[in-house]
């Protein structure tokens, strides 16, 4: 199935000259070639992010960057966004360090459900930037969908009524099912030592449950399975039959992509017009990630 015209995966008719992208589903998703992402030109950079907005999620291979060219590449999209869960490193608190060990054997991993990062804070997060410097050489594959593909597919009907409905975005099953607290009262995820204000993150926001993109204008669900609890409003049993219908149809295969992970891979995605799922299945093998976020705005 292929859900855009021919054009909209053709380099030369989205005006691009200075990349090169290969698809890797019809839903969305492409790996964008002839870039090195320490040393990239403003040109590049403008087609890298009209690639963004059209793909939702890009990838790049065999990226020799440091922090601080992340860290760059980062600001180029806009100024950094507050982790809501971990500490930055040292001399470069921007960057959030994330290992799992090899002898590291845990039930559940952060992302281990599909969702779209950070939605309980009032500006979520608009961009997420992920660099693998060292993956499993199977497994720990990451699933995206598009909501705005999703929100697309929806009749007419249901459009209108979703449309003043706000959803309520908390972390409390978040922290409940994956969040460990040690003899020492220290909260962690395997090595991960998480960082927050656990209060507000359960309170949470309430969200447009249909957002508009501020770039592009264009409608997509804001909608996950795993930080959505409620619909202002309604009651919970209310709620969870739209809830529960809106979930099931986001995740439709037809609207995803799913990507294997390579050493050096570097991954972009736009969390307004995605959700996202990271597979556990790599006990045994070693996985570092260094991610950054780029501050959103207040969805509307």
């Not at 049993?237 to 990507?259: D, P, V």
């Not at 307004?272 to 991610?291: K, Q």
């Amino acid at each position: 199935m292929q859900f855009y015209a021919p054009a909209a995966y053709d380099d030369t008719a989205l005006g691009f000259s200075e990349i090169s992208t290969v698809p890797l589903a019809s839903a969305m998703g492409a790996e964008i070639r002839g870039v090195d992402i320490a040393r990239v030109s403003e040109r590049q950079f403008e087609e890298i992010r009209s690639a963004l907005y059209r793909y939702k999620m890009i990838y790049f291979r065999n990226q020799e960057i440091s922090p601080a060219d992340q860290e760059r590449f980062t600001l180029c999209f806009g100024p950094f966004g507050t982790d809501a869960y971990t500490q930055g490193m040292p001399g470069h608190p921007n960057v959030q360090h994330l290992v799992k060990e090899a002898a590291t054997v845990v039930p559940r991993v952060f992302g281990e459900t599909w969702h779209t990062d950070s939605p309980f804070l009032p500006r979520p997060p608009a961009i997420s930037l992920l660099y693998g410097l060292e993956v499993p050489p199977y497994g720990g594959d990451t699933w995206w969908s598009n909501t705005e593909l999703a929100y697309s597919f929806l009749s007419e009907t249901m459009k209108e009524l979703l449309a003043p409905l706000r959803v309520h975005m908390s972390g409390r099953e978040v922290i409940r099912n994956t969040v460990v607290t040690s003899e020492k009262g220290r909260k962690k995820v395997g090595e991960i030592e998480i960082t927050m204000d656990q209060q507000h993150i359960i309170e949470g926001s309430f969200h447009p449950l249909v957002r508009t993109h501020p770039a592009t204008g264009k409608k997509s669900l804001y909608v996950d399975h795993a930080y959505s609890l409620g619909i202002q409003g309604l009651d919970n049993e209310e709620a969870a039959a739209i809830l529960g219908f809106l979930q099931r149809h986001i995740t439709r295969e037809i609207f995803t992509c799913r990507l294997r992970w390579e050493n050096r891979s570097f991954v972009i995605w736009d969390n307004r017009s995605v959700i996202h799922y990271a597979f556990n299945d790599y006990d045994g093998y070693r996985r570092e990630l260094y991610r950054t976020i780029v501050e959103g705005e207040k969805p509307e």
